[in-house]
């Protein structure tokens, strides 16, 4: 290790990258960080605002800054993928065939879109109202098919089973659609379905309770256990497995106008080829310090660890400070700190001007940082103005620029 120079590595530059590395470099006083950030995108995007989009509530081109622009001053960017983890070298392997050393690595590659892991999609997504707000490339197909909606039309919003970015992703989309139906008057003649694989609408009970009032305000119909194994596009059919429930195994199919798929998500492949993972392909780090379990100098954030917090960019922003201020005292000599709590948060868009801003930690533990001035299970109009003007300004000008100091979550909350 070099004396007084240390290496960086940071594989992934999204949500996670940036922020760490904006935020090693505010700690970088003594110059004593050396940092290489490593992505092959040229554009980062605020994926977010992707529900907002797709919703027709955000303009598409206000989600996506070009990767260079995000880059921090002092750090380096190579615009390559990364292929292989060597962790007795300390080095990464890249897409140009050379290797980089490290000292301290973070891996936080975010996770990939298997689109071909359900039977049909990836020929159909993007066109035969086969949409889906987890893409760049779809999501304002999403707007599109909406728009094209017609009295008597039947549409699907579709959950697949854990883990995926953003558990509240796949109902929030159903609701801004019949919110925006409902003001077009077409709501009562559609036939909208949320058909999860899961037992309820979402993971805690306190909001699953509140949303499932939330579906039946606007005459969704609930499928539970509904898992989503074909789709034809041409036909316009969709095959779902029952996963659970009474009738387990049985398979059942419903013809769509509109279906709003989640793609399977995978940790990317190169991974694979590690000893850094699960047997599930996530890297296995302390759910507490996110130092990986075999080697000391590896840390993980973001969405391919196997942390069990709600994926999200607010779990980012929580993790961060935890792998800057380890990888500092392990540089100092010190014990690494066991500080994230497994805090993430879902802003749950339950109209096209309400939001019901859940934030949670691990054990399932409530922890609203403005309880006084929305409830956390009150559909907000404030907290509607936050998720759509607010927190894209924490997200670009605050988080990903390395500022850590938030309002803090109430850990002792009741209501
Ligand atoms: C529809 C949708 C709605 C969402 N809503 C919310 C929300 O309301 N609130 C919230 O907090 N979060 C939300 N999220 C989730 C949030 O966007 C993610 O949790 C967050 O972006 C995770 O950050 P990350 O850095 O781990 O991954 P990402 O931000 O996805 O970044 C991963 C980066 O790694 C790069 N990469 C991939 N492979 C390699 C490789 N081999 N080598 C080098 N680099 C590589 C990619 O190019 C990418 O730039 C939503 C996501 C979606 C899709």
């Given at each position: 290790m070099a004396e007084n120079n240390y290496k960086i590595v940071i594989i992934g530059g999204g949500a996670a990258g940036i922020t760490v590395a904006a935020s090693l470099l505010r700690h970088n006083a003594g110059k004593q960080f050396d940092i290489t950030v490593i992505d092959p995108a040229s554009e980062h995007y605020y994926q977010p605002a992707f529900?907002?989009?797709?919703?027709?509530?955000?303009?598409?081109?206000k989600t996506k800054r070009s990767m260079k622009s995000l880059i921090p001053k002092g750090a380096k960017w190579l615009q390559e993928a990364a292929t292989n983890i060597n962790p007795e070298d300390n080095t990464v392997s890249l897409s140009n065939n050379t290797d980089i050393e490290y000292d301290y690595l973070v891996v936080c590659p975010g996770l990939a879109l298997d689109w071909s892991a359900t039977e049909g999609l990836a020929e159909t997504i993007g066109?035969?109202?086969?949409?889906?707000?987890?893409?760049?490339?779809?999501?304002q197909y999403t707007w599109?098919?909406?728009q094209k909606i017609k009295?008597?039309?039947?549409?699907?919003?579709?959950?697949?089973?854990?883990?995926?970015?953003?558990?509240?992703?796949?109902?929030?989309?159903?609701?801004?659609?019949?919110?925006?139906?409902?003001?077009?008057?077409?709501?009562?003649?559609?036939?909208l379905h949320f058909a999860t694989s899961g037992p309820k609408m979402f993971g805690l009970d306190y909001f699953a309770i509140s949303l499932a009032k939330v579906a039946d305000r606007y005459g969704i119909e609930k499928n539970f256990h509904h898992h989503l194994i074909k789709v034809d596009g041409d036909s316009k059919t969709a095959t779902f497995e029952l996963m659970g429930g009474d009738n387990q195994g049985e398979i059942v199919e419903f013809t769509f106008d509109m279906l709003h798929a989640t793609p399977v998500q995978r940790t990317p492949a190169f991974l694979h080829n590690t000893d850094l993972i699960n047997e599930a392909g996530y890297v296995e780090v302390h759910q507490n310090s996110l130092q990986q379990l075999k080697y000391p100098n590896i840390f993980g954030l973001g969405d391919v660890t196997t942390t069990p917090n709600s994926k999200s960019a607010a779990a980012v922003r929580k993790q961060s400070p935890t792998v800057v201020q380890n990888i500092k005292n392990m540089i100092d000599g010190k014990a690494v700190e066991e500080s994230y709590n497994g805090y993430g948060s879902c802003p749950l868009t339950t109209s096209r001007s309400t939001v019901m801003m859940a934030e949670f930690m691990y054990g399932g533990v409530i922890t609203p940082t403005m309880p006084y001035i929305a409830k956390p299970r009150v559909e907000s109009k404030l907290m509607w103005r936050a998720k759509k003007f607010g927190l894209p300004i924490l997200y670009w000008d605050y988080m990903l620029k390395g500022y850590e100091k938030f309002f803090e979550p109430k850990l002792n909350y009741k209501d």
């Open positions: 529900t907002l989009v797709g919703g027709g509530c955000f303009n598409f081109e066109k035969n109202g086969v949409c889906s707000n987890y893409s760049p490339d779809y999501v599109e098919c909406l009295s008597g039309d039947t549409l699907f919003f579709c959950q697949p089973p854990l883990p995926f970015k953003c558990p509240g992703a796949p109902q929030k989309i159903a609701y801004l659609s019949a919110d925006y139906l409902k003001q077009k008057k077409l709501l009562e003649s559609c036939d």
